[in-house]
């Protein structure tokens, strides 16, 4: 039985899998592309919003460092994702690249995980979405029904119309093909960058160096229990964690690792890429560049505008503004979270029906939906399918609780890379590798142990929902996905000399 659970799919077997008519991307997207995938999927409601918490709670001015941080984390993740993304430009991701070095069981359980990452943010955020354009509705003087806003009505009924509208329109465009996808994407990116740099240009002539005293705020030990601090810390190293000093900068760092969530999901589009070898590590590194660079730029801005102990949790740079006598930007800023919000569930939405797509390919789900569109060559069938279900999941179901469960989930994913990327370069060295990740296995390590660290700082129920969702995912391979697996018939085929091609297809 371990022979076949861990039985690993050669590069060039899912490379050919993508020739299949039936089952065949189109190929339409260029590095600018990704790139712009990339800074649409992390600019979200990270920058707007856990600024100002991490640096009133965790780092005080530092946040600016704690964002460096947790970038580095990400960086050495991308070196990763970077060189299988170009050695294996195939639908999936991290699904992709652990069927290629670990095996078909790590395969499943890191693509069972990326489906529950992927449908729970992009939940989250068209819920966040809602609330952005709620309130904008609610200047101009219009409001939704309670019972359409996502809170109980008078007969207990409540429904978020304008999250499972979102989901719903974007679950449209991504059928109709990528390209639209990408040029949708372009004009929403091009709008939120837009405000980040008008953040960072109108607030750099508002920043008070006084407000920077101290940089560094003293440390103080906190419950290990509370917030978003974990028990695991304690438990393991002895230690509780700390808030501001050195250590309240590496608390910070788990904390706005939410920001960059989302980087990985330029991966998936690989199999639709002109050029993967080239593109895929330029649209990779570049984004999280782009976006480390303006996040950093925005927390000096900000904590300069208005010292660390007074900045707004809920909305830190439009509070700034109107603290320094400037309302006006705070409506600016606001307008740019929504419009922003968008592309990030359009993004998460595409990450997450590439992974099904791959993972029915592969047979561990049903082929049905592995079948492309004759016309928009997307598969619509899953994006059809998943996009209703999350809608309907955003609609009743605030997941503030869950959330972090797409943190945990991306950090997994960083962990498997890494050690895949470690395995391929042993298992396979001779294959063609346009971009090689430095240092291996030095760089690699280093990346699962930084990975590991921020996952120990998340709270303990998280680590206990993850687990049940991955119990729940080894069960549904046992039952399904062992049996269907399109490289196990594969195997029995050979075995059998060809005389019992795999159920369902021609021999």
């Known amino acids: 039985m371990s022979s076949t659970l861990f039985r690993t799919k050669k590069v060039e077997q899912s490379i050919l899998d993508t020739e299949e008519p039936e089952h065949a991307l189109k190929k339409s997207l260029s590095a600018l592309d990704l790139t712009v995938f990339g800074v649409g999927v992390i600019i979200g409601t990270g920058i707007f919003v856990l600024t100002g918490t991490v640096a009133k709670n965790n780092a005080g001015p530092a946040v600016a460092l704690a964002f460096v941080v947790a970038g580095v984390v990400c960086a050495l993740a991308a070196l990763c994702y970077a ?68 809170r109980e009505g008078a007969d207990g009924f409540g429904f978020d119309i304008l999250a499972a509208a979102l989901v ?34 109108a607030g750099a002539f508002f920043i008070d160096g006084k407000n920077y005293e101290p940089f560094i705020p003293e440390a103080q030990t906190v419950d290990a229990g509370a917030g978003l601090q974990s028990p695991l810390i304690q438990l393991i190293f002895g230690w509780a964690p700390s808030n501001f000093g050195v250590m309240g900068i590496f608390t910070a760092a788990s904390v706005v690792f939410f920001a960059f969530i989302g980087f990985d999901v330029v991966a998936t589009a690989a199999e639709e890429t002109r050029n993967p070898q080239r593109d895929m590590p330029r649209g990779i590194l570049g984004s999280l560049i782009i976006c480390t660079t303006l996040y950093v730029a925005v927390a000096i801005v900000v904590t300069g505008m208005q010292h660390y102990s007074e900045l707004s949790v809920d909305a830190p740079l439009a509070d700034a503004f109107k603290a320094t006598g400037h309302p006006w930007y ?82 997994f994913a960083f962990v498997v890379v890494a050690i895949g990327v470690i395995i391929l370069r042993r298992t396979r060295p001779e294959l063609p590798r346009s971009f090689r990740t430095p240092l291996v296995p030095f760089l690699p390590i280093v990346s699962v142990l930084a990975s590991l660290w921020l996952m120990l700082n998340l709270p303990a129920e998280t680590w206990l929902r993850f687990g049940i969702w991955m119990v729940i995912g080894a069960a549904v391979y046992f039952a399904y996905g062992r049996s269907h697996s399109r490289l196990g018939r594969h195997e029995e085929t050979t075995i059998d000399g060809g005389a019992n091609p795999p159920r369902g297809e021609a021999p």
């Not at 465009?173 to 929403?188: D, E, P, W």
């Not at 992974?355 to 004759?374: E, I, K, Q, T, Y």
């Not at 998943?386 to 991306?410: C, D």
């Open 83 to 150: 060189e299988f993304a170009s050695t294996v430009p195939v639908a999936g991701s991290a699904y992709t690249f652990s069927y290629a070095s670990l095996g078909e069981l790590p395969a499943w359980i890191i693509g069972w995980d990326l489906v529950l990452e992927f449908a729970l943010g992009t939940a989250v955020v068209a819920v966040g979405w809602s609330g952005y354009i709620a309130s904008l509705l609610d200047n101009a003087g219009w409001q939704l029904p309670a019972a359409l806003s996502g």
């Open 330 to 411: 705070a409506g600016f800023i606001s307008f740019g979270a929504a419009v922003g919000l968008t592309s990030v569930c359009m993004i998460l939405l595409l990450g997450q029906t590439r992974v099904f797509f791959a993972m029915s390919r592969d047979g561990l789900l049903p082929r049905f939906f592995s079948r492309v569109h004759p016309r928009f060559k997307t598969p619509h069938r899953p994006t059809i399918l998943l996009g209703v279900v999350i809608a309907i999941l955003a609609g009743f179901t605030s997941l503030s609780e869950l959330a972090e469960l797409v943190n945990i989930g991306t950090l």
């Open 168 to 201: 719903l329109v974007l679950t449209a465009i991504l059928v109709v093909g990528m390209k639209l996808s990408a040029r949708v994407t372009s004009v929403v990116v091009a709008i939120k960058v837009t405000v980040v740099v008008v953040v960072i240009v």
